[in-house]
């Protein structure tokens, strides 16, 4: 066996430098050989190298992000360009094209594909943009799970990041996929735990990428709480650099802000940090999110966000807000990690509301991506109650809400008519890929 595999190892090698290791994909791609049969024929005798994974790396905010990352033998990695200027991808380290292959231009919204068929630690660069560097560590046994072999793939990380998310702390999942954390009781106080750590996630078929993330998920559990309780959280950060969470909107004491190298050193790696405030807000609709003041961009980008809803004094934890039959919650995010996505998924992953004709529902929205959206509703005009948790005196009656970075919206309609009913961002570049829906659309399923 041992023999074979050397065999393998140099015929792959052979086949490497000959030039038969192909890029694929984009028709400006000049990765693509010309002399040699395709790879898959190729690769008949030997398994181990047909592409079989891909991964996706997004290029936005003029960055490769993730920027390094760890992929087996034989996947194929795809750029997509979420940027609004053209970017390249070219191979080669120090910013010195080595030939390998070359996007050259990648207009927004394009893509640029490659498949790695040996090991080593590749460089890669944008012509145009001296902080645009990125590499692609490739192995035998890099840990880039297949939503199948997600333990087996845990125990060989090399870079600890954990297998598929999510709920990986028994949270129970909602209606809206969203994961409600749960908590125990100590001396008057609700005790809930947060942990940040590294984790593969799946943002829709086919697309895994690297998050940072609260318990596994993305966006982080929901924190459901009534108005006027006492509240700890202890935050465990499994990251590899400082980190701390702040409460978006819940007006907490200064040492409690979570701004971590302001009202708090930042939480160190494999440190835990315990916040304790009284819920004064309003019920209504508040998110966590980290904030250091090293990083923010990355940390937010990668998936650190999650709401935080204050129900009236007297409701329970799983129960829905008094006076209407259904409650979800509906997360907006825009990151390069992971695309214009709704509670981390992009359609048609994401989840399908259901309800009844002749329910009252209640949605709270969040905006915790970088971009406005305005989500448009089918069927329906809702009413805006309250928007960063605060009631309008006079509730607005329509059916598209432009939302905003940071706010938080209620809103209330009556479900009277029975349809699968579209809720979307209407700017189409975010609900579209190609042809296809994608992106920040979710319906509600009314029977
Ligand atoms: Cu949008």
Request: with cysteine; net charge negative; aromatic share 8%.
């Amino acid at each position: 066996m041992k023999s074979r595999k050397i065999i393998a190892t140099i015929t792959l090698a052979t086949l490497f430098l000959s030039g038969a290791l192909v890029g694929c994909g984009s028709a400006n791609s000049t990765a693509t050989s010309k002399s040699t049969k395709p790879i898959q024929t190729t690769s008949s005798s030997t398994p181990t190298a047909i592409a079989t994974e891909t991964v996706t790396v997004g290029m936005g905010n003029m960055v490769f992000n993730p920027a390094v990352i760890h992929v087996k033998t034989g996947t194929k990695v795809i750029w997509k360009n979420n940027d609004t200027i053209a970017h390249t991808v070219t191979s080669g380290a120090n910013r010195s094209s080595d030939g390998k292959y070359d996007s050259k231009d990648l207009q927004p919204g394009k893509s640029f594909s490659y498949t790695f068929m040996k090991p080593g630690s590749y460089d890669y660069f944008c012509v145009y943009h001296p902080d645009m560097n990125g590499t692609v560590i490739v192995s035998d046994d890099a840990t880039n799970p297949t939503e199948t072999e997600t333990m087996a793939a845990q125990q060989t990380s090399k870079d600890k990041i954990a297998a598929m998310g999510t709920g990986l702390q028994g949270e129970p999942q909602q209606k809206d996929d969203i994961y409600l954390l749960p908590y125990t009781t100590e001396n008057g106080y609700k005790v809930f735990h947060l942990t940040a750590e590294p984790v593969w996630v799946s943002v829709q078929k086919g697309k895994r990428v690297e998050a940072w993330a609260f318990n596994g998920s993305v966006p982080g559990p929901e924190i459901k709480v009534n108005q006027g309780d006492k509240v700890k959280i202890e935050v465990t950060n499994q990251l590899p650099e400082g980190t701390s969470v702040h409460w978006h909107g819940l007006d907490v004491p200064f040492s409690m802000d979570g701004v971590g190298g302001l009202s708090q050193p930042p939480i160190q790696p494999g440190a835990t940090f315990t916040y304790s405030f009284t819920v004064n807000a309003t019920p209504g609709t508040y998110a966590y999110h980290s904030h250091p003041m090293a990083d923010m961009m990355k940390q937010e980008s990668m998936g650190l966000f999650g709401p935080f809803i204050v129900e009236p004094k007297g409701t329970g934890w799983q129960q829905v807000h008094p006076g209407y039959q259904d409650e979800y919650t509906i997360v907006l995010n825009d990151s390069s990690e992971f695309g214009y996505n709704l509670n981390g998924k992009s359609f048609p992953a994401t989840p399908v509301l259901p309800a009844k004709t002749g329910d009252n529902i209640l949605v709270h929205l969040l905006n915790l991506g970088d971009m406005n959206h305005p989500m448009h509703l089918h069927g329906f005009h809702f009413k805006e109650t309250e928007q960063d948790g605060v009631p309008l005196p006079a509730p607005v009656t329509m059916d598209t809400i432009d939302t905003a970075p940071g706010t938080t919206y209620d809103l209330a309609f009556n479900a009277n008519q029975p349809g699968e009913w579209l809720f979307h961002c209407h700017v189409v570049s975010h609900v579209t890929s190609g042809t296809q829906m994608s992106g920040m659309i979710t319906l509600f399923d009314v029977k």
